[in-house]
């Protein structure tokens, strides 16, 4: 599948994602109505919905009925505003523009900020602890504790307290991987995890999405960091050239913007290894790793 | 049973939720360590528990085994303490002083204190999905879905937006009581609940409890608010005075002392009340009336 097909995918499955979160996100009503506004503030009307994407398209292999594997992917989407939310916090990353538009404190306050994204996180665990998302209550218990693993002190926010405590260090490739693993790559792999769970996938199955996801994210995080690097604030709706500024270590300022190509270009390819046993159904998936690395954005 | 025998009663479920908590909380480990020392230091050492204590006396009438009303309690326990870390924090309540020690953003950093708080939440759904909390996962599911609405938006968070939204306005009773309902009363309730989903208990034993619950939840808080008028920083473990100095409408402030100390009486009788349908095993409960109605700090 080439890129302009998955890119075509990702955006049908962009505008279903939408229209779910839209639906199942609580309205703005009552006096605590402005938090409820800021979840639907950071959540709606843009991204890529890359995670959401990646849950669909796994679902898919073990034909997942579409609405299981969307509120799936919505409380995966969730998960992510919630830590973007929280990344921008001026105490964080404090940065003022996510995804074209300013981020949730600069267009509301910090302390509704730090309420909307602690409540996305608890919505999320809502989501997937509902009867609509499977049947199979084993499976929606499996889905949330993967994923308080994938998020928690040793996965994203493990990660994120890393990248924290470690500026203005000089860390090395080694001790970069795994930061990127745990604060992007976590959610990544959970992201094609819950597609094999809902699916009841076999250990194969599950180990061969969990390394493709590994290789995708790592990827992923390098072409971030090189079009933080290369690429306008405007292009990317963030802030652009922050790493660089804060002193921050990337991969593309250890390896230098040619060998993080070449890093990512390799990761990706061995990624589509990784789903060897699938048919045509994962083609989407392999198309994605050339999104990753050809997108501008 | 006696006040007396109730903080007996108390302090003896206190230790067996801090020693489970010290045995299920993350290990300070790696680079991301900082973020569970941060968690360790909120919970562990010191707090009434009073939550756990619902949540294990509610779990009694129902014959829950204590393992699994314990685990119950540590999650509600994670959940109160991510509650109090971001309530501290200097864009919320901005409090320096919490369970007599500096609070999280004092004595790590207020980044720390966001993440910590952020992980003490995913880690709460991450004991409740798990196969030890209940072998019936839809149990476990009951548990974490009733769980996420009482602290959602229309929960803990919505109330603690209120509470932010609303400051320098004046409240009556009645949009004070909502807020209150919302911000401590929801998980008190839910701690009561808990035990009855854990024990399958009837429609009509839920309802009981809830509405000793609801009683109680705002009994104890126009208690907590006299105790800030009345108190000093020293027995309350945190600052006292602050909801006077910064203007913000209490229980105590809109209806006097005297009244306010009526009210609550009343409440902690009509919630002694509510527990008509249940043996002598519901002593406890009717005892934690009493204790909330005369503890000073």
């Known amino acids: ?76 989407e969730c998960i992510h505003t919630y830590s973007l939310i929280h990344d921008d916090l001026p105490c964080m990353d404090d940065d003022d523009l996510r995804r074209g538009r300013p981020s949730t404190h600069k267009a509301f306050d910090e302390a509704t900020a730090v309420l909307a ?46 990248d924290m405590a470690s500026e203005g260090e000089i860390l090395d490739v080694g001790a970069l991987t795994r930061l990127q693993q745990l604060k992007t790559g ?23 999405l969990h390394a493709y996801a590994h290789d995708l994210g790592l990827a992923y995080q390098i072409i971030d960091d090189l079009l933080d690097e290369e690429g306008d604030s405007a292009t990317l709706g963030k802030t652009a050239g922050k790493d660089r500024e804060s002193g921050k270590a990337t991969f593309a300022t250890i390896l230098g913007p040619e060998r993080a190509r070449e890093q990512a270009t390799m ?12 048919d045509d159904k994962a083609d989407s998936l392999r198309g994605a790793a050339s999104f990753v690395i050809n997108r501008n954005a």
Chains 1, 2 share one sequence.
């Open 1 to 76: 599948m080439g890129t302009q097909s998955v890119i075509q995918t990702m955006e049908n499955n962009a505008a279903d994602v939408e229209a779910l979160l839209d639906r199942l996100l609580p309205k703005a009503e009552g006096p605590e109505g402005r938090v409820a506004e800021a979840m639907r503030y950071a959540t709606l009307g843009g991204g890529k919905r890359f995670r959401p994407f990646l849950a669909c398209e796994s679902a898919k292999l073990f034909t997942v009925s579409e609405d299981r594997a969307l509120r799936t992917a919505a409380a995966i």
């Open 117 to 162: 994204g602690d409540a996305l996180l608890t919505f999320a665990f809502e989501i997937l602890g509902e009867n609509e998302t499977h049947d199979d209550h084993r499976v929606r218990c499996d889905l949330i504790v993967a994923l308080a693993k994938a998020i928690g002190t040793h996965g994203m926010v493990g990660g994120q307290m890393i």
């Open 186 to 208: 976590a959610l990544i792999a959970y992201a094609c995890e819950s597609g094999a769970i809902l699916g009841r996938a076999s250990k194969e199955a599950q180990h061969a």
């Open 267 to 278: 990761l990706a390819d061995q990624a589509i290894q990784h789903l060897e046993m699938f």
